[in-house]
């Protein structure tokens, strides 16, 4: 019986979603609250027309077509959809079964270069739909593990049922760690930067001698062909490289490898980045970093400070703003709290607007879909969130969810249990 009730309300969430994606992309036109363009000024008693699924114009004085839909936004802030830029959700429910079992691959000696953590991305997860009801709309889904992790992909939470109809852009990054972890398969932060270097190295010599390689004639190399091949954008400066790394002496070091190879570089975590937030400025390497976080869980975080982000920014840092209170925790269950994040990065020293472009509009520039996603302006998917008030207010919440032109209402599982436990049976009786 209890497995019946799940399975029952599995399937009306699946049927939900499948609903919800089916509808077809019509033209709407959100009139009437405080739009946040990002790419531009706020714009009292906006108008945002989306056609097609994407953005038509963004104005004052806008059009109207006279088969729009028009919804009331009066009294509401508008913004683009929120843009989370370092998770693992639909990579393995937990509530059903074994695990993230899509995270990570198991690689060679610590490298999964050619690892595509998309091709195992869930498009109905159930985790989706709380994160949509944030006002969160696309996701960087990251693998995890090792030296060189894998590939990540931006997807869009849409609702479709094809993979092909969530992704943004994939390849988005390859996705790196230089810290001490068990899965890397070695010890100190020192010896995963050798062999980062040495896998560089040999992807570079790869490239050269590919004919000499396939007839076995040259040395030893210290990742399979796959993970050279995977290499070559990253190598090549046409893919970046996004290195998790913390304390301020792996950071220096991510510094120093950017200029000897000339890498397209990203930071992840940077927990002590505000320590050398002049010298990542002046190397012009972005940071995705949070606010949350200012107790050290290891010996790379001894100096975590809340206004990081804040600190980085004003020295001219490009910032994006991820999850840093709660884990993994916030890269699967709590993706919904980035604006929180973003909250208390305003409270700890940075701009409003500084916030909300970390969100938004930065992280689209920093992995190059700043044409797709991250900000309201013509051409731009139909990527819109409607809120009550500030989305960095805890009690504000995002009313209304547009996803490439649809309004987005599939009910969370949340919802659902909400609703079945709302109204007692009638035959119940307290205890």
């Given at each position: 019986?209890?497995?019946?009730?799940?399975?029952?309300s599995?399937?009306a969430?699946f049927?939900?979603c499948?609903?919800?994606?089916s509808?077809?992309a019509q033209?709407?036109?959100?009139?009437?609250?405080?739009?946040?363009?990002?790419?531009g000024p706020?714009?009292?008693g906006?108008?945002?027309?989306i056609r097609n699924?994407?953005?038509?114009?963004?104005?004052?004085?806008?059009?109207?077509p006279?088969d729009?839909e028009?919804v009331?936004?009066?009294?509401?802030?508008v913004t683009?959809g929120?843009v989370?830029?370092?998770?693992?959700v639909?990579l393995?429910d937990?509530?059903?079964g074994?695990g993230p079992?899509?995270l990570?691959a198991?690689?060679?000696?610590?490298?999964?270069a050619s690892?595509?953590v998309?091709l195992?991305?869930?498009?109905?997860?159930?985790m989706?739909?709380?994160?949509?009801e944030?006002?969160?709309?696309?996701?960087?889904?990251?693998p995890q593990g090792?030296?060189?992790?894998?590939?990540a992909?931006?997807?869009?939470?849409n609702g479709?049922?094809?993979?092909?109809?969530?992704?943004?852009?994939a390849?988005?990054?390859m996705?790196?760690?230089?810290e001490d972890?068990?899965?890397?398969?070695?010890?100190a932060?020192?010896e995963?930067?050798?062999k980062?270097?040495?896998?560089?190295e040999?992807?570079?010599?790869y490239?050269r001698?590919?004919?000499?390689?396939?007839r076995a004639q040259t040395?030893?190399?210290s990742?399979?062909?796959?993970?050279?091949?995977?290499?070559i954008p990253?190598?090549?400066?046409r893919?970046i490289l996004?290195?998790?790394?913390?304390?301020?002496?792996?950071?220096q070091?991510?510094?120093?490898?950017?200029k000897e190879?000339?890498?397209?570089?990203?930071?992840a975590?940077?927990a002590e980045?505000?320590?050398?937030a002049?010298?990542i400025a002046?190397?012009k390497?972005?940071?995705?970093?949070g606010?949350?976080?200012?107790?050290?869980?290891?010996?790379s975080t001894?100096?975590a400070?809340q206004?990081?982000?804040?600190m980085?920014?004003?020295?001219g840092?490009?910032?994006?703003?991820?999850g840093n209170?709660g884990?993994?925790?916030?890269?699967?269950?709590n993706?919904?709290?980035i604006?929180y994040?973003?909250?208390?990065?305003?409270?700890?020293?940075?701009?409003?607007d500084?916030a909300l472009?970390?969100?938004?509009?930065a992280p689209a520039?920093i992995y190059?879909?700043?044409?797709?996603?991250?900000?309201?302006?013509?051409?731009?998917?139909g990527?819109?969130?409607i809120?009550s008030?500030?989305?960095?207010?805890?009690?504000s919440?995002a009313e209304?969810?547009f996803?490439?032109?649809?309004?987005?209402d599939a009910p969370?599982?949340?919802?659902?249990?909400?609703k079945r436990y709302?109204?007692l049976?009638p035959?119940?009786?307290?205890?």
């Open positions: 019986m209890k497995n019946s009730s799940m399975n029952s599995a399937l969430f049927a939900a499948v609903m919800a994606s509808m077809s033209t709407i036109a959100i009139t009437g609250g405080k739009v946040y363009p990002v790419s706020p714009i009292e906006g108008t945002v027309l699924g994407k953005i038509a114009a963004v104005g004052k004085d806008v059009a109207i006279a729009a028009k009331d936004a009066t009294g509401k802030w683009p929120l989370n830029s370092a998770t693992s639909g393995g937990v509530s059903f074994g079992r899509e990570g198991k690689g060679h000696d610590g490298i999964a690892f595509q998309w195992g991305f869930n498009t109905q997860s159930v989706i739909a709380p994160a949509r944030g006002g969160v709309t696309t996701l960087m889904i990251d090792g030296l060189v992790s894998g590939q992909a931006l997807v869009d939470m479709a049922l094809g993979l092909s109809d969530v992704l943004v852009k390849p988005a990054t996705v790196a760690q230089i972890d068990d899965g890397a398969k070695v010890g932060a020192g995963l930067l050798g980062l270097r040495d896998l560089i040999d992807t570079k010599a490239t001698r590919k004919a000499d390689f396939e040395r030893a190399f990742a399979t062909r796959s993970d050279l091949e995977a290499m990253v190598v090549e400066g893919e996004t290195i998790i790394a913390d304390k301020a002496s792996e950071l070091a991510v510094i120093v490898l950017q190879y000339n890498l397209k570089v990203v930071i975590g940077g980045a505000w320590m050398l002049d010298k002046a190397a390497i972005p940071v995705l970093t606010a949350m976080n200012n107790i050290p869980g290891s010996f001894l100096g400070r206004e990081n982000a804040a980085l920014r004003k020295a840092v490009q910032v994006g703003i991820i209170a884990g993994g925790d916030e890269d699967m269950f993706v919904r709290n604006r994040e973003a909250g208390n990065a305003v409270a700890y020293g940075m701009s409003w500084d472009r970390a969100i938004t509009l520039e190059g879909v700043a044409g797709s996603v991250g900000s309201l302006k013509a051409g731009t998917e990527n819109v969130v809120w008030g500030d989305p960095f207010e805890f009690a919440r209304q969810v996803i490439r032109g649809k309004k987005i969370s599982r949340q919802d659902m249990l909400a709302k109204t049976p035959k119940y009786q307290a205890p």
